[in-house]
């Protein structure tokens, strides 16, 4: 007789719980991320590096990104133009760090953005190998005036060895010693090295037939 109350009341805790929760479910937090990069030694590239969803819309961002290897280096970074006013790249005096600043006064991002690129970062090699290139702090400020709670993903910067080059001597045909080191005759057809048989030029058959013509000769004069 005593259960009848307990199952009523769990179906009415259960229905407050539904009320309250989201209708699309519990929506992770924006994530700010930084593009993968490939580059040839000495060679350089740009990295994106972009907010994934903007829920509130963006108001301004300070973001600080550093590099956790030598193998390359940060020599810049550029805005879109929908950003201002915005602030000039701060880089570190070793290259490895940059602070990137921006306001977004004409509202361009608004509420339910998704995809929003902040910058791009010039990134320049500086030896072989990989390095990641991280958010070492974060402030984004959305349009109602509050701090945006951020996720962040880094990138990997992958430094290539340089791939080597033929040099003349590889180019080179193999030559044949039997020869005295000249290349082998080809033939014009195509079918590979033409070889010749005998250790004359090629005149083996006027030699014998002069010889029996002399000995013709001599013949009768005896």
Known sequence: MT???????CVVVLAACLAVAPAGGVQ??????????????DGSTTVRVALDSAPNGLAGFEVRLAL????????????PDRFRPTTDPDVGPDGREITIEAADLE???????TNVTLATVTVEANGTGTAL?????????????????????????AVDAPTATPTETDRRPTTDAASGGEPPETDASGGGA???????????????ALALAIAALLGRRC
């Open 68 to 79: 956790r290897s030598g193998v390359a280096t940060v020599g810049g970074a550029e805005y």
């Open 194 to 208: 033409v070889t010749t048989t005998g250790t004359g030029p090629g005149f083996g058959g006027l030699a014998a």
């Open 133 to 157: 290139l991280a958010v070492e702090a974060a402030q984004i400020d959305d349009d109602d005036g509050g701090r945006v709670d951020l996720g962040t993903a880094a990138g990997t910067i």
């Open 28 to 41: 992770s937090e924006p994530t700010l991320t930084i593009a993968d990069a490939t580059l040839e030694p």
């Open 3 to 9: 259960t009848r109350p307990l199952v009523l009341a």
């Open 107 to 113: 509202s361009a991002v608004g509420p339910g953005t």
